[in-house]
């Protein structure tokens, strides 16, 4: 890092503070290999106190392994850490919490099985005596809550919270145990835009109060908008650090991948072919019986993508889980090439050309302790080339998953890797290849670009439309409003579990989307 990058990188608070005091956090040498995989290579970072830092990179640069050997998940094989110009021994997550440093972890580390209150005040419970002081809890949570600018049902199971939910409560955790140097993994990925402008909001405040500030992420626009320093990171090693003032998206996306590259050109958009789905009146539950999907009616035709604009919570998941056959709609049809499929089971749908990418990779989009192999083989276990009388030829499902990780681009391991070995940009492609290893009938994409590195987006982009192309009916759910845009033929808006608006694309803006999304139009 040269003098010119750490001038740069001084926070904009605490300017009395001398400039020859030592960085908050300063890295020297670290290196983590994984058997054959260098996951750090001698990285040096220093990031100040007081600022917001930035770290991008491709899936599988090194990023949250670097900031996991910050926080005491991992053991370097070599190198220093400092804080404060300190030298010191990070060895436990308690350690790291110890000398101020919380993360906010990409995969969440939450009990399902307890309430939203219990995991916030989990290991560090408020009490009364030998008691748990429940109003204590509570109102520190409230306070948190507010901080954030958002709210929190605290009786609810995890279990049953959304997806954005537990990603807030995850962060509200780290808040509750006041760190000083906070480490957060992409933590915008399954909150709205009004939701991250508030979380960026509470960021510069802490930063302005003298906390140090590591920011994960794959969005650009994100580390502009916040962040004073970025540092570039790219197989394993730090190739730039800079500030943001006087750079630019894409002279960023460069270093990232190492080269420029063009977004995909959208192809000419054709006449739709025959209806492949169409959903009448349907209305939908959650998981407490509260109506959260009513009378929705909407089709999708063969070669057209359809995408779904809403708040998080208006009734998209339970619609999902609906047409895929996880969840039996409490009135109205779903027909799948004219045939009704209802009451038929995932299996049934997915013989009739039904393929799913779910919101959620780590719970439902794959099977974290079985090997990449097993997951591909999960919905091809029909396939007479690799089994046959209930007989499996393990020789060819390696080769097929083998030719599905090559194609996909699927980098951290082979067909017989554990998947929760992969990053999480690369079990996204893993779970795209087994959906669109072959052209679907109907594509539910859930979140298909969520904590995907700017060349993963690019490559995802293309794979969807490739399949619009070939023939594909596609429903598309993101909360990146510039990519439904850019993607769809036409356009559904969600609001309060109503279909509220049917766009065609060339009538949709972000700001009419946003006043749709919200009721104010």
Same mark, same amino acid.
């Given at each position: 890092?040269?003098?010119?990058?750490?001038?740069?990188?001084?926070?904009?608070?605490?300017?009395?503070?001398?400039?020859?005091?030592?960085?908050?956090?300063?890295?020297?040498?670290?290196?983590?290999?994984?058997? *054959?995989?260098?996951?750090?290579?001698?990285?040096?970072?220093?990031?100040?106190?007081?600022?917001?830092?930035?770290?991008?990179?491709?899936?599988?640069?090194?990023?949250?392994?670097?900031?996991?050997?910050?926080?005491?998940?991992?053991?370097?094989?070599?190198?220093?850490? =400092?804080?404060?110009?300190?030298?010191?021994?990070?060895?436990?997550?308690?350690?790291?919490?110890?000398?101020?440093?919380?993360?906010?972890?990409?995969?969440?580390?939450?009990?399902?099985?307890?309430?939203?209150?219990?995991?916030?005040?989990?290991?560090?419970?408020?009490?009364?005596?030998?008691?748990?002081?429940?109003?204590?809890?509570?109102?520190?949570?409230?306070?948190?809550?507010?901080?954030?600018?958002?709210?929190?049902? /605290?009786?609810?199971?995890?279990?049953?919270?959304?997806?954005?939910?537990?990603?807030?409560?995850?962060?509200?955790?780290?808040?509750?145990?006041?760190?000083?140097?906070?480490?957060?993994?992409?933590?915008?990925?399954?909150?709205?835009?009004?939701?991250?402008?508030?979380?960026?909001?509470?960021?510069?405040?802490?930063?302005?109060?003298?906390?140090?500030?590591?920011?994960?992420?794959?969005?650009?626009? =994100?580390?502009?908008?916040?962040?004073?320093?970025?540092?570039?990171?790219?197989?394993?090693?730090?190739?730039?650090?800079?500030?943001?003032?006087?750079?630019?998206?894409?002279?960023?996306?460069?270093?990232?991948?190492?080269?420029?590259?063009?977004?995909?050109?959208?192809?000419?958009?054709?006449?739709?072919?025959?209806?492949?789905?169409?959903?009448?009146?349907?209305?939908?539950?959650?998981?407490?019986?509260?109506?959260?999907?009513?009378?929705?009616?909407?089709?999708?035709?063969?070669?057209?993508?359809?995408?779904?604009?809403?708040?998080?919570?208006?009734?998209?998941?339970?619609?999902?889980?609906?047409?895929?056959?996880?969840?039996?709609?409490?009135? *109205?049809?779903?027909?799948?090439?004219?045939?009704?499929?209802?009451?038929?089971?995932? /299996?049934?749908?997915?013989?009739?050309?039904?393929?799913?990418?779910?919101?959620?990779?780590?719970?439902?989009?794959?099977?974290?302790?079985?090997?990449?192999?097993? +997951?591909?083989?999960?919905?091809?276990?029909?396939?007479?080339?690799?089994?046959?009388?209930?007989?499996?030829?393990?020789?060819?499902?390696?080769?097929?998953?083998?030719?599905?990780?090559?194609?996909?681009?699927?980098?951290?391991?082979?067909?017989?890797?554990?998947?929760?070995?992969?990053?999480?940009? +690369?079990?996204?492609?893993?779970?795209?290849?087994?959906?669109?290893?072959?052209?679907?009938?109907?594509?539910?994409?859930?979140?298909?670009?969520?904590?995907?590195?700017?060349? *993963?987006?690019?490559?995802?982009?293309?794979?969807?439309?490739?399949?619009?192309?070939?023939?594909?009916?596609?429903?598309?759910?993101?909360? =990146?409003?510039?990519?439904?845009?850019?993607?769809?033929?036409?356009?559904?808006?969600?609001? =309060?579990?109503?279909?509220?608006?049917?766009?065609?694309?060339?009538?949709?803006?972000?700001?009419?989307?946003?006043?749709?999304?919200?009721?104010?139009?």
């Amino acid at each position: 890092m040269t003098e010119d990058s750490r001038a740069a990188g001084a926070p904009n608070s605490g300017a009395s503070a001398s400039i020859l005091a030592p960085p908050r956090v300063r890295i020297r040498g670290l290196t983590k290999r994984y058997g *054959g995989i260098l996951a750090n290579d001698g990285v040096d970072l220093e990031i100040p106190r007081g600022g917001i830092h930035a770290i991008v990179g491709e899936n599988g640069a090194g990023k949250t392994t670097l900031m996991r050997a910050l926080y005491g998940l991992v053991e370097p094989d070599s190198g220093v850490i =400092e804080l404060d110009g300190v030298p010191v021994r990070i060895a436990t997550p308690a350690q790291a919490i110890a000398r101020g440093i919380g993360m906010v972890h990409q995969r969440f580390e939450l009990v399902e099985q307890l309430s939203a209150l219990e995991n916030l005040a989990l290991g560090d419970l408020p009490h009364r005596g030998l008691m748990f002081d429940r109003n204590a809890a509570v109102v520190r949570a409230r306070e948190i809550a507010a901080q954030l600018g958002t709210t929190m049902d /605290w009786d609810r199971l995890v279990a049953h919270l959304t997806v954005g939910a537990r990603q807030r409560l995850e962060i509200m955790r780290l808040l509750y145990r006041d760190a000083d140097i906070l480490i957060f993994d992409e933590p915008t990925s399954v909150l709205t835009p009004q939701e991250a402008d508030d979380l960026f909001g509470v960021l510069r405040r802490m930063a302005g109060q003298g906390k140090t500030i590591i920011f994960i992420t794959h969005k650009l626009r =994100e580390v502009f908008a916040i962040a004073e320093q970025v540092t570039v990171m790219r197989r394993g090693r730090v190739v730039a650090s800079l500030p943001t003032k006087g750079s630019d998206p894409q002279r960023l996306a460069t270093l990232i991948v190492g080269e420029q590259f063009a977004s995909p050109v959208r192809a000419t958009t054709i006449p739709p072919g025959k209806p492949v789905l169409e959903v009448d009146r349907l209305s939908i539950c959650d998981d407490l019986g509260n109506l959260t999907l009513r009378q929705a009616s909407f089709s999708i035709h063969a070669g057209e993508i359809v995408g779904l604009a809403g708040i998080e919570g208006s009734g998209q998941r339970e619609l999902v889980e609906a047409l895929v056959g996880l969840r039996r709609p409490v009135t *109205g049809t779903i027909n799948l090439r004219g045939r009704p499929v209802v009451t038929a089971s995932v /299996w049934e749908r997915r013989k009739r050309g039904v393929a799913y990418i779910s919101e959620d990779r780590d719970a439902e989009g794959a099977c974290l302790p079985a090997s990449l192999a097993e +997951n591909i083989f999960s919905i091809e276990r029909d396939n007479p080339t690799l089994a046959r009388g209930g007989r499996l030829n393990l020789a060819a499902i390696a080769r097929f998953a083998r030719s599905i990780l090559s194609r996909f681009d699927v980098r951290g391991g082979g067909p017989q890797s554990p998947a929760r070995a992969l990053s999480g940009g +690369n079990l996204q492609r893993l779970v795209l290849g087994r959906e669109m290893q072959r052209t679907p009938t109907l594509l539910i994409a859930a979140h298909p670009t969520r904590g995907v590195d700017v060349r *993963g987006i690019t490559f995802i982009h293309q794979q969807l439309a490739e399949s619009r192309a070939g023939g594909a009916a596609m429903l598309l759910i993101s909360e =990146e409003l510039g990519e439904l845009i850019e993607l769809s033929d036409r356009l559904l808006v969600i609001f =309060e579990g109503r279909i509220t608006a049917n766009l065609a694309a060339g009538e949709a803006t972000p700001e009419r989307l946003g006043l749709l999304m919200t009721g104010a139009a």
